[in-house]
Antibody, heavy 120, light 110 residues
Framework: EVQLVESGGGLVKPGGSLRLSCAAS????????MNWVRQAPGKGLEWVSS????????YYADSVKGRFTISRDNAKNSLYLQMNSLRAEDTAVYYC?????????????WGQGTLVTVSS | QSALTQPASVSGSPGQSITISCTGT?????????VSWYQQHPGKAPKLMIY???NRPSGVSNRFSGSKSGNTASLTISGLQAEDEADYYC??????????FGTGTKVTVL
C-alpha cells in the first residue's frame, strides 16, 4: 500500500525556519517525481515545489523561490522541504504528493498533511 | 502565476449532471494537455479524479469526465450522488515550468 506521511510542522515565529519531511513507503520512491502542495486555512490549493526522481530537476513557485528548498534522499525514501524566512502567509497545511512524470500534474497519492503556523 | 478561474459554487439534485469550468490562458490550460482535476472532502487530502484533460485513474467512477476547449477545461459529474459533495480543483502545467491550481469550486448536492 502506498503511504506518504508528512512530519515536521508546528508553530514558528516570522523569519524563522522549519524543515518538513515526507516518508514514503509501498512503492519504488526513486522512480517518482515528488511535490509539495500547501493549503492555507479555509483557502484553496497552492503548488509549492517539485523535484524529479533523481533530483536533477527542481522547480518552485514564485511565492517561495529563494526561501524554500526541496530535496530528497532516495536511500531513505524521504522527501524534504526546508523553509526559511517564514512569513505569516506561509501558514498552511503542507502536503507531499507523488507524480508519475515531473510536472505532469498527476498527483495520484497524497499524504495527510502537516500544519505549519507562522505567528509571533 | 494567477490561479485558474473556477466558479465558487455549483449545485445540483441527485441524479443530475453538473459541469465545473476552469479558465486559464494559452500559457497554461490552452497550451498543454496536462490538466488535472482533484476532489477534496473537508479535512481530507485531495484525490486525483482526472488527469491529462480527460483520463480517469483506476478506481475513479466513470460518472466523472473531463474535456477542454481552448483555454477552458471542464469537469462533468453525471448522475450526481450525495458523496460527490466536496470541493473540486483544476490544475495545469504552465509555460513557466510551474503548476497552477484553480480557485476551487464547492459542489453541493441539493
Amino acid at each position: 500500500e502506498v503511504q506518504l506521511v508528512e512530519s515536521g510542522g508546528g508553530l514558528v515565529k516570522p523569519g524563522g525556519s522549519l524543515r518538513l519531511s515526507c516518508a514514503a513507503s509501498g512503492f519504488t520512491f526513486s522512480s517518482y517525481s515528488m511535490n509539495w502542495v500547501r493549503q492555507a486555512p479555509g483557502k484553496g490549493l497552492e503548488w509549492v515545489s517539485s523535484i524529479s526522481s533523481s533530483s536533477s530537476y527542481i522547480y518552485y513557485a514564485d511565492s517561495v523561490k529563494g526561501r524554500f528548498t526541496i530535496s530528497r534522499d532516495n536511500a531513505k525514501n524521504s522527501l524534504y522541504l526546508q523553509m526559511n524566512s517564514l512569513r505569516a502567509e506561509d501558514t498552511a497545511v503542507y502536503y507531499c504528493a507523488r507524480d508519475g512524470i515531473l510536472l505532469a500534474n498527476r498527483f495520484d497519492y497524497w499524504g495527510q498533511g502537516t500544519l505549519v503556523t507562522v505567528s509571533s | 502565476q494567477s490561479a485558474l478561474t473556477q466558479p465558487a459554487s455549483v449545485s445540483g439534485s441527485p441524479g443530475q449532471s453538473i459541469t465545473i469550468s476552469c479558465t486559464g490562458t494559452s500559457s497554461d490550460v490552452g497550451g498543454y494537455n496536462y490538466v488535472s482535476w482533484y476532489q477534496q472532502h473537508p479535512g481530507k487530502a485531495p484525490k486525483l479524479m482526472i488527469y491529462d484533460v480527460s483520463n480517469r485513474p483506476s478506481g475513479v467512477s466513470n460518472r466523472f469526465s473531463g474535456s477542454k476547449s481552448g483555454n477552458t477545461a471542464s469537469l462533468t459529474i453525471s448522475g450526481l450522488q450525495a458523496e460527490d459533495e466536496a470541493d473540486y480543483y483544476c490544475s495545469s502545467y504552465t509555460s513557466s515550468s510551474t503548476l497552477v491550481f484553480g480557485t476551487g469550486t464547492k459542489v453541493t448536492v441539493l
